[in-house]
Structures are given as structure tokens and as C-alpha cells.
């Protein structure tokens, strides 16, 4: 097509095909292609999409494979800003023909970047359900009306180095480095799930004593409506965590919030705006925390006004033997840790298979994702499972948010009856990339979410 052909390659950070890739890095896949004899000229493209090079090296052909000729089915939509691209420059779209290989696919049979038992599940649940039937559940989702209830959270790390014990006192002693801040609790469910559905709204309890409103309207995305109360006297629940820089050990972790009671004056507040708000939802999401937000009164009209009802009722420090899954009966849909049924059914040792189908008994929800880190989930569903989904994590930086975001991802596809299997798998999917980074310091993007579906099964 061309006298002289220069190929561009992705950089690392914006591979985008899920925490297991790239398998090489960017080097190495430059020095791959430079080794080719037909290939001229290498460039590592430092941006997330190929506009920008097409406009520094104004190409006469821009060449594609025939992969890409269905514009419609490019996740990214960038084949579209491309060509677009090209004919500003006085170039064309061209596409090559003959075989074409999936990088992807070689990978995940040939390398084994996740254990080979995790591989093999991928390939047998490709099968049965193909990425192209789980995005197109996705992508319509795009039409659920969302609304998240909970608590907002902001997490603070405070980095530092560790000096050493204090000489006078059997006290560790470190030195602040900086400090970082995201938004966490229901307003990370929220980011989640704004990436995916046009219309989404959050409830939540902000204080009056430093509410850190102005940094959570600035961390939420604009799709995301606001129906903040705020109780009176109070803070806006930080949790604080002191972290090892160099290890990224977290030494201590500091609570501040008020966790008394709510009075009549400010449950009536809370209530009122469920009252109003919960009924006018397709799927009703409930991440509750413990801290005090949510009365029975209010959880009560949570379940009776909700047309369908995702929940998860954390364990944590603050609510630790005080707080329990059976406040919420019958529900359309319930996540749980392994450790949190565990609590529920008083059994410290019993087998995951055993516990989670008597949990789903004794509570009578209709779908419930019983989560248990590496090894992954178990799903029971009517009449289904129960079925046991591996993790798909290639690599654990923190695992703060990875529940939440494997409930707000999940209960996308729970509300639209997609068959539980598919539903663990989803919530897993959505864990691994929620692992990968700091805390909530990037909510979940859909193309790379999708994309990552995409790699996993081909």
C-alpha cells in the first residue's frame, strides 16, 4: 500500500483489556516489531487513542485490520475519530486482508498469565456465554434508571515512612510523606455505575462539620444526581489510613463519624427522601455501612418500594457483631463476603457450598453473590447454581472498593435477569480492575471494562 510503513503500539497504561494485560511491555513489543523486516519505523504512542499520531506523522494510507472494517462493533468508537483523522490530513482508511490472529486470544491459551484452572473455566464459560451476549447486556443497561443509597465515605491515605520505635515509648514512629483522598462508600458505587447508565442518582448522609461536599461534587461524575441530607453536628465519615509508603502497609486506620442513633427529626429527613425518590427507580442499589444512616423504618421503605432491590450490608470495625444481612429479607438480589455469612450463620469453619445455600434460604432473597477474594464467588439464583466463578484479578495493588464495585457492576445485569453464572462473573470482572488501582482513585470505566471482557474470553 505504501512505500515506507510505520507502526504505532499502545502504551502500557492504556492497554485497557483488564489487570492481567499487557503481557509485555511496551518496550518489548517495539522491539518485537522493529525485529520485522517490512517494518520501518516503531513509535511507542504515548496517548490514549491514535488521533494524535495520525495528525503528527500525516500518513498518505492508514491502515486497519479487517477486524476493524465493522465500525459499529469497535467498543471504543475510535475507528470512527480515526478515519476522521486521516481524511483531515489528506489521507485515507485502508484495511488489510488475508488471516488475522488474535493477540488476545494466543495469550490466554498459550501464556497463561492467570492459572490454568482459571483459563480453562474462561474458555468452557465462553461457550455457554460468549462477551458479545454479556456487552450487549451492558449496553443496555445504558437505559436503567440507578439509584445508590448509603453512605459517603471519604478515605484518606496518609503516606509515610516508617522511622522506626519510639525510644521512650513501645510506639511505632513514622514521618508524613503526603496525603491522598478519594471518594469512597456509596459515592464510588455511584462512579461505578454512572459509567455504565445515563441516569443515576445517589442518597447519602453528608455532615455539617466538614461535609467535604465541594471535593465530593467534584469527584462525582455529572450524570450522577445529587440527594444529599445532612445531619446536624456531625462530620461526613472519613476513614483514615496510615500507609508504609515503600511496602504500602497500612499500620492504622482511624474512623471519624458519628455512629449514635439518628433522632426522630433527622430519620424523618432520611425517610422522606426515600419516600419520595426509592419508587421512581428501576433498580434501587443499597450499600449499608452500618454507621447509622439507615433506621429499620427506613430500610423498610427501601424493601417495600424498590422495584428491584440490590443490597449489601457490610461487616466492618464500626459495626462489627451489631449489624447483620437478615435486616434485609427478601431481596432481588444480595452480596456478601464469605467472613459476613459467616457471621450470619454463626459458623466459624463451614464449607462455602454448605453456608451460602442456607443463608439464601434462611434470608429468601431471590439471587445472592457470595464473594470470597482469590478464590473468587458463588452464586445461587431461582431455580440456578449453585456455581462457582473464579477470580480473573492478574494483580492485587488494594483491595478497598473491590465489593462495592463488584455489587454496583453486577446488580446491572441481576435487574436485568441475566442468568447468575454471567452475573459472577461480571461482579468478578469488575473486582479485578477495582483491585488494580489505590482505593477509588479511578472509578470504573465501561470501554475498558468491556474491552477487558472481551480479552478474558477470546
Known amino acids: 500500500m505504501g512505500d515506507v510503513l510505520i507502526v504505532t503500539l499502545t502504551t502500557d497504561r492504556y492497554v485497557n483489556k483488564g489487570s492481567h494485560r499487557p503481557a509485555f511491555s511496551e518496550q518489548l513489543r517495539a522491539e518485537f516489531l522493529a525485529a520485522l523486516e517490512g517494518v520501518d519505523f516503531v513509535a ?9 499520531a495520525i495528525q503528527a506523522l500525516k500518513p498518505d494510507i492508514y491502515a486497519k485490520g479487517p477486524d476493524y472494517k ?19 490530513v489528506g489521507g485515507r482508511l ?15 491459551r498459550h501464556i497463561g498469565i492467570l492459572p490454568q484452572e482459571v483459563h480453562s473455566y474462561l474458555a ?4 455457554r456465554y460468549p462477551a458479545d451476549r454479556i456487552i450487549d447486556h451492558f449496553q443496555r443497561a445504558h437505559k436503567l434508571k440507578v439509584l445508590l443509597i448509603g453512605e459517603p465515605i471519604i478515605d484518606e491515605y496518609m503516606y509515610c515512612d516508617a522511622i522506626g520505635k ?3 515509648e513501645p510506639t511505632m514512629v513514622v514521618k508524613r510523606l503526603s496525603n491522598e483522598k478519594f471518594a469512597g462508600g456509596i459515592l464510588a458505587a455511584a462512579n461505578h455505575v454512572a459509567s455504565f447508565c445515563d441516569e443515576v442518582a445517589v442518597i447519602g448522609q453528608l455532615g455539617t462539620d466538614n461535609s467535604h461536599e465541594a471535593f465530593i461534587d467534584g469527584k462525582l461524575r455529572p450524570n450522577i444526581r445529587r ?14 489510613r496510615i500507609v508504609e509508603n515503600y511496602f504500602f502497609l497500612k499500620l492504622l486506620e482511624i474512623y471519624e463519624f458519628n455512629d449514635a442513633p439518628l433522632s426522630p427529626a433527622e430519620d424523618e429527613d432520611v425517610c422522606q427522601v426515600l419516600m419520595e425518590h426509592v419508587p421512581n427507580y428501576d433498580l434501587v442499589i443499597v450499600i449499608d455501612f452500618g454507621h447509622s444512616m439507615l433506621t429499620e423504618r427506613a430500610r423498610r421503605i427501601i424493601r417495600e418500594r424498590s422495584k428491584f432491590l440490590a443490597v449489601n450490608a457490610q461487616c466492618n470495625a464500626g459495626n462489627l457483631g451489631h449489624h447483620a444481612l437478615s435486616r434485609y429479607k427478601h431481596v432481588d438480589y444480595m452480596t456478601a463476603t464469605l467472613n459476613e455469612i459467616r457471621i450470619e450463620s454463626r459458623d466459624r469453619h463451614g464449607d462455602i457450598r454448605d453456608l451460602a445455600p442456607q443463608i439464601f434460604d434462611t434470608l429468601q432473597c431471590k439471587r445472592l453473590a457470595v464473594t470470597n477474594g482469590r478464590s473468587g464467588c458463588l452464586c445461587l439464583g431461582p431455580g440456578e447454581g449453585p456455581f462457582e466463578v473464579p477470580a480473573v484479578a492478574g494483580k492485587v ?20 435477569g441475566a442468568p447468575m453464572e454471567m452475573v459472577g462473573f461480571a461482579g468478578n470482572a469488575a473486582g479485578a480492575l477495582a483491585v488494580a488501582t489505590v482505593a477509588n482513585r479511578e472509578p470504573i470505566d465501561r470501554v475498558a471494562y468491556l474491552k477487558q471482557i472481551e480479552s478474558l474470553l477470546k
Open 227 to 240: 440527594l444529599f441530607v445532612h445531619r446536624p453536628n456531625s462530620p461526613t465519615i472519613v476513614k483514615r
Open 124 to 127: 468452557d464459560f465462553a461457550k
Open 70 to 88: 465493522n465500525a459499529a462493533a469497535d467498543l471504543t468508537g475510535g475507528i470512527v475519530a480515526e478515519e476522521n483523522a486521516v481524511r483531515s
Open 166 to 168: 519510639s525510644s521512650k
Open 94 to 108: 485502508a484495511f488489510t486482508s488475508g488471516a488475522t490472529f488474535s493477540s488476545t486470544a494466543l495469550i490466554n
Open 397 to 416: 495493588v488494594d483491595r478497598i472498593g473491590a465489593g462495592d464495585a463488584f455489587l454496583s457492576v453486577s446488580a446491572l445485569l441481576a435487574a436485568q
Open 44 to 52: 511507542i504512542n504515548p496517548t490514549p487513542t491514535a488521533v494524535e
